[in-house]
């Protein structure tokens, strides 16, 4: 359908746009030109900048979510499965440094509706650490929010060093990832144990 | 010296603003207005929002640093001192929405400079963590784990700011103190301690 390519177009150029020029510095008329529509067009779609940048942000965690999860689903084991989601994770990012740049870097210049998209897509990648709760020895009794702030840990650690290096080296996170993941279920002796077992 | 008060006047009523409207809502003039100051004075300061906002923000952190380091001292147990840390901190913040919602959610919307000061102001807060490495028995920790830690205190921090709950952060203590102790001496210690704390409120 003409229509949908033209949305999935649009949203792939938003993306593109705003991780080169910055949100603030994008204009319709950039986003118009890079997807080759009108503005008519456009604004049939979209109120306005703010709401195609968010579209464009869902689908691209949408994407991101859904291949973490798949490499998390192949492997056997949460902590065989945990390494093959944050290694899925940190390929992902590292093949669109600038997109990974924004989506956890710049995001928050976007305004509070981004920053509360960039929260909530965290929060699609719990049920991967909540594994842990049955995994874990006593895991069912560990804080509710143990999952949410192992991500906080995780994400920290991708910020920082997007913001620092870019996406150069992320795939030497792994390690750190890895421990930050299962330290609050395993705790620290077996998760470095299991991460040393299952680097390759 | 007077100019030096109106100084102070104009980064505190920069906190309070960005704190209320958020980073990029906030206008030279609502600073001035707030501050109850003149255009004038404000540009004998600072050349612009930006750079009055980096001034604001390191003022902010060294108060909170102020006070943590005034509920911890060296006398304190490595836990004691991670407790009344964590505890000063939550306090604070839920005492003052504005200057929370400014030091945790703000600053990252408000470019480079500012990342760099959170991430400064974070490694100085952290920096009494690392009596924690002497908790494990001298096993191999990652270099990074006082950041695993802050990541996950304040990406806790940051969700509550950002729905409106700054009030209610103190009930989170708790949890916070499990974040910060499970990478050094793991969940069945850090959830003793976390129970210990909640006993006790």
């Known amino acids: 359908m003409i229509a949908r390519s033209q949305r999935e177009r649009l949203l792939e150029a938003a993306v593109r746009v705003v991780a080169r020029k910055g949100y603030a510095a994008t204009t319709v008329a950039d986003l118009t030109k890079e997807a080759g529509i009108s503005r008519t067009t456009f604004y049939e779609m979209f109120d306005d900048k703010e709401v195609c940048f968010l579209a464009a942000y869902d689908a691209a965690v949408e994407a991101l979510v859904r291949r973490v999860t798949a490499a998390f689903e192949v492997e056997e084991g949460w902590p065989s499965r945990t390494r093959a989601g944050l290694e899925a994770l940190l390929e992902a990012l590292s093949e669109e440094p600038e997109l990974a740049r924004?989506?956890?870097?710049?995001?928050?210049?976007?305004?509070?509706?981004?920053?509360?998209?960039?929260?909530?897509?965290?929060?699609?990648?719990t049920p991967l650490f909540d594994e842990g709760r049955d995994f874990a020895p006593g895991g069912r009794s560990l804080p509710a929010n143990t999952s949410r702030m192992a991500i906080g840990a995780v994400a920290g650690l991708i910020s920082d060093e997007l913001a620092e290096n870019g996406a150069d080296e992320l795939p030497k996170l792994l390690s750190d990832l890895l421990f930050a993941t299962l330290v609050p279920y395993i705790g620290p002796a077996a998760a470095a144990r299991e991460v040393g077992e299952t680097s390759r | 010296m007077a100019t030096d008060t109106r100084r102070d006047l104009i980064l505190a009523a920069m906190i309070r603003v960005v704190g209320t409207k958020g980073y990029r809502e906030t206008s030279v003039a609502d600073v001035i207005e707030e501050a109850g100051t003149s255009r004038t004075t404000f540009y004998k300061h600072f050349e612009d929002k930006h750079e009055c906002?980096?001034?604001?923000?390191?003022?902010?952190?060294?108060?909170?640093?102020?006070?943590?380091?005034?509920?911890?001292?060296?006398?304190?147990?490595?836990?004691?001192?991670?407790?009344?840390?964590?505890?000063?901190?939550?306090?604070?913040?839920?005492?003052?929405?504005?200057?929370?919602?400014?030091?945790?959610?703000?600053?990252?919307?408000?470019?480079?400079?500012?990342?760099?000061?959170?991430?400064?102001?974070?490694?100085?807060?952290?920096?009494?963590?690392?009596?924690?490495?002497?908790?494990?028995?001298?096993?191999?920790?990652?270099?990074?784990?006082?950041?695993?830690?802050?990541?996950?205190?304040?990406?806790?921090?940051?969700?509550?700011?950002?729905?409106?709950?700054?009030?209610?952060?103190?009930?989170?203590?708790?949890?916070?103190?499990?974040?910060m102790l499970v990478p050094y001496i793991g969940p069945r210690a850090a959830a003793e301690e976390m129970r210990r704390v909640a006993d006790a409120r």
């Open chain 1, 102 to 125: 924004l989506a956890l870097v710049g995001v928050a210049a976007a305004g509070p509706a981004a920053q509360r998209r960039y929260r909530a897509a965290l929060q699609r990648l």
């Open chain 2, 53 to 179: 906002f980096l001034a604001a923000y390191e003022m902010l952190v060294d108060r909170v640093l102020a006070e943590v380091s005034t509920n911890c001292n060296g006398e304190q147990s490595w836990l004691e001192r991670v407790e009344n840390g964590l505890a000063t901190l939550v306090k604070l913040f839920a005492l003052d929405p504005e200057l929370a919602r400014t030091a945790v959610v703000e600053v990252a919307a408000a470019g480079a400079e500012a990342r760099q000061l959170h991430w400064n102001a974070i490694a100085r807060f952290t920096e009494f963590l690392e009596g924690g490495r002497e908790m494990a028995d001298g096993r191999e920790l990652p270099e990074n784990i006082s950041l695993m830690s802050a990541g996950a205190v304040s990406g806790l921090i940051f969700d509550e700011l950002l729905a409106g709950r700054a009030a209610q952060l103190p009930a989170q203590l708790p949890d916070l103190l499990f974040a």
